[in-house]
Structures are given as C-alpha cells and as structure tokens.
C-alpha cells in the first residue's frame, strides 16, 4: 500500500484518489468512505504491530474471570487463568467459526461453544471435542486428529497501570515504549491506585471511527462545540493548559487548570456561540469540584492509538474504547470508574459528574453526534480534503490547546502504519 491511491479505488471518481506525500494538512475525505481502506485497517492496525486496549485489569481481577471485547472487528475473550495470568484469544471456535462466549463477561471454569459442544479452556486451548471418538465405534475424528493443532488465534498481553492490552503481531514494541514516556506518565497520574469500575455503557455513532478518534484529539474545538463547557468555565482555551504527543503522534494527553483569573475577551469579541451568559444552572453541584490529584488539573484527555481514551473530568473518570462497526458506524464503548478508596461523598459526586461527561452527558452527546455531521456532510466530497491548519503544520506540542497538532499527530501515525 506504499502508493498515493488506495486499491480498489473507484475508477470514474470525479476527483483524484490520493494523499500527497508528507502533508498532514489536508486529510482526503475517500479516507473515511473507502471499503478497501476499511478491509486494509483490519489487517494493518488492529491485527498488525500495534496495541489494542482490550479492558482493566480490575474487570478480570481474579481466576475465572472474563471479559468479552474486540479488536477492531475481531471479538476477543479476555480471561484470568487459574495460574493467575491473563490471557486473550479470539472468540471463534476453531470447529465452525461460531462465538465461543455470548455474554459479555462473568466468571467460568472453561467455555463451552454452544454449536457443537467443543470444549476450551481459559488460555483458549482446546481441550475437549464432543464424541471426538464417534458413537458405538462409528464416525468421530480421525485417529491423526489433534486437538493441539486447533484453537483460536491468541494475543500477546501487556499490563500498564492496570490496563490490559492485547496485539496479534510478534514485532510490537514493549508497551510504555509504545505509549511514549510523557503519555504514559499521563495515564500513571490517573491510574494511580486500585479503580472500582461503576458502569459500562455503548454508544453506536453514525460516523467512520477515525472521526470520533480525531475528535478526542481535537483541543481546538472544546470550548467551541460544548456550550456548557465554556458558559460554566469548566474549559476555556484561555486557561492554562497544554498537551503532549507521543513521537509517532499516535498517542497524546491535553490537559487544562482551573485558572479564574484568565480573561475571555476572546470569546465575547467574537460572539461566539459558546459565550452565553444569560444561561444559569438550579443545581450547581455539577460543578462542584475538588482537586483530588494534588495538581490543580481539574480535565485531562488522553489517547493511546488505535482505540483507547482515558478521560478525567473533574471526577468524571472513564475509558472510553473506540470500535469500528462498518465504514460509516463506530461502537463507543465507555467503562465508568473510580477508586477502592473512594468515599461515599466522592462516589456521589463522580456520578454527578458524569452527567456533565458521561456517556449521555451535557458534553459527551454533542462530540457522539459531531461525528455524524461530518459524515453526512462529506457524503458526495470523496475528492474533496479537510484543513487542519490550525496551530502549524507539525505534530508536535505548542503551549497551547488553539491547535490541531494532535490531529496530525494521529494522521502521521495511521499513514505510517497503513503506508498511505
């Protein structure tokens, strides 16, 4: 795929199929249409030397516990073994092809595929076929059969932080060499103890997954979009903030301080949608917030390329995991937390918090439905491009949030890893 126009491209295309070498600026919209480019994804990202989240540690805490996820398309099952490790394997019988696990998580000794009965263990070893020997000394497999040389595919484990990745490749990196030493501080701020999780929820979004993806990377757009973000100045691009990228640009943290002392003439000169000052709140305990990482950083957003979000907003902490359905649809799947520590009163504020940041929350409804627009609105624009100027052309960190960098970032990464 070393090439400037992916396979299969549509031969009578109104516009030319391509992405000049090195630019970063100009993302071709075909990128978020193509089946090839999908199909090319599939092999090249989520099966290739890459990462996956899969899920928490804490979610497979003890032996016998599983839980069900996927990388890219393929379902995975993630389990805790009896000799205390964690293991992953695709969820496909290796008889007929049929899911091994139907739930979406618990605790077993084994699982047993519900077609015919074939028998694997918490590795996903294959261990027992029904009537492998036949009835009355008739049918069965044949004596060269070898239960061995059967099973499903297995993924290659790595914990950070008490997060559970998963990769298909021998040639993937170690993992915090993978995330970047910044990046991977970032997650170790948050994740810093044992984490209770306290909901899991899904949200189906009507766009291509990397346009979900671009917009967690997004800091120019926050306090633009989201109305409550900056009428209750919980996030302004004139607080003080910053963010990080990891070298490839695959990974990234953006990250912002309470500051009442900035100024937000900015926003009032331009009359920009988000200034609303006639909006007020009945009960302002959203907005009630403690600093309860000893730092002043009241919102951090963080990446890990392909599929990982870890979000802290306020005390709205979740992982959101990110999870392509088909070209124009993404499963969003978000796995609420916080700590074994956790007060009563911390408890209720996290989930007040997650209100304003949740799956279906003041802030997180408006980027599930953004995503949607774009797709929508470049239905007929396959040879058209988008501009992602802002803040330069590199992707690198600027000192400030008024910048798309962490959107090249991700685009330099996919291009080298998909070679487009």
Not at 279 to 307: R, W
Not at 309 to 328: D, E, F, M, T, Y
Not at 391 to 401: D, L, P, S
Request: glycine share 10%; net charge negative; hydrophobic share 40%.
């Amino acid at each position: 795929m070393n090439v400037n126009v992916p396979p299969g491209a549509i031969a009578n295309a109104p516009h030319p199929v391509e992405w000049p070498e090195g630019a970063l600026t100009r993302v071709p919209y075909w990128i978020y249409q193509s089946p090839e480019i999908f199909a090319a994804e599939q092999q090249r990202l989520y099966e290739g030397p890459i990462w996956n989240y899969l899920c928490l540690e804490a979610e497979v805490q003890k032996p016998g516990d599983y839980r069900v996820t996927h990388v890219g398309s393929m379902p995975v099952v993630v389990a805790r073994d009896f000799d205390d490790e964690v293991y992953a394997f695709e969820n496909r019988c290796a008889h007929r092809g049929a899911l091994i696990v139907l739930d979406g998580g618990g605790k077993a000794r084994d699982f047993t595929c519900v077609y015919h009965a074939w028998n694997y263990d918490l590795k996903g070893n294959l261990k027992a076929v029904a009537f492998e020997d036949g009835v009355n000394g008739k049918g069965g497999m044949a004596r060269t059969f070898c239960r061995s040389d059967h099973g499903p595919r297995k993924l290659r484990i790595a914990t950070f932080c008490g997060l559970v990745f998963g990769s298909l490749h021998d040639d993937v990196p170690p993992i915090e060499e993978y995330l970047g030493d910044e990046v991977a501080a970032k997650i170790a701020r948050v994740l810093h103890k044992p984490v209770v999780v306290t909901g899991r929820f899904t949200q189906v979004l009507p766009n291509n997954w990397k346009l979900y993806f671009e917009n967690v990377k997004d800091t120019y757009h926050a306090s633009l979009l989201h109305t409550f973000f900056t009428t209750f100045r919980i996030n302004r691009l004139s607080q003080r903030g910053g963010l990080v990228i990891a070298p490839n640009g695959g990974s990234h943290a953006s990250f912002s301080y309470v500051d009442k002392t900035s100024t937000d003439h900015d926003y009032s000169a331009m009359g920009i949608r988000s200034d609303k000052d006639d909006f007020a709140l009945k009960d302002t305990t959203i907005l009630d917030t403690v600093d309860e990482f000893g730092d002043g950083c009241h919102m951090q957003i963080l990446s890990v390329f392909p599929n990982f979000v870890l979000q802290q907003i306020h005390s709205a902490l979740a992982i959101r995991q990110i999870l392509p359905n088909g070209i124009g649809r993404t499963a969003l799947n978000w796995t609420t937390f916080g700590f074994s520590d956790d007060t009563p009163d911390m408890k209720r504020r996290r989930l007040v918090h997650n209100n304003l940041a949740g799956p279906a929350g003041y802030v997180s409804m408006e980027d599930g439905a953004v995503g949607g627009f774009v797709q929508r609105g470049i239905a007929t624009a396959s040879g058209e491009r988008a501009v992602l100027e802002m803040g330069g052309t590199e992707a690198v960190a600027e000192g400030t949030r008024a910048t798309e960098a962490s959107v090249r970032g991700f685009w330099k990464c996919y291009r080298a890893q998909m070679g487009i």
